[in-house]
């Protein structure tokens, strides 16, 4: 799997990510409502890199900000 970062002014490499069986959603919901925000944002991650469209868009445009607040 490539993990390195393309050059800024260069394409995007296509990423080889690996399919996730259902032991993870699994495990994530038995967790109940944190487990269930956490498989959205993962889900939401995973469409991001796809190209399609957010299942929780204000959640994740919110952790997105706060991630950045606290990296600057």
Do not use: N
């Not at 796809?50 to 950045?68: F, H, I, Q």
């Amino acid at each position: 799997m490539e993990t390195e970062m393309p050059p800024a002014d260069g394409p995007l490499l296509p990423l080889d990510l690996p399919a996730v069986d259902e032991v993870l959603p699994a495990a994530l919901r038995a967790q109940g409502e944190p487990g269930i925000r956490a498989l959205g944002l993962l889900r939401d991650a995973a469409r991001v890199l796809s190209g399609t469209g957010l299942e929780r868009p204000a959640e994740s445009r919110s952790s997105a900000c706060a991630a950045r607040r606290t990296r600057c």
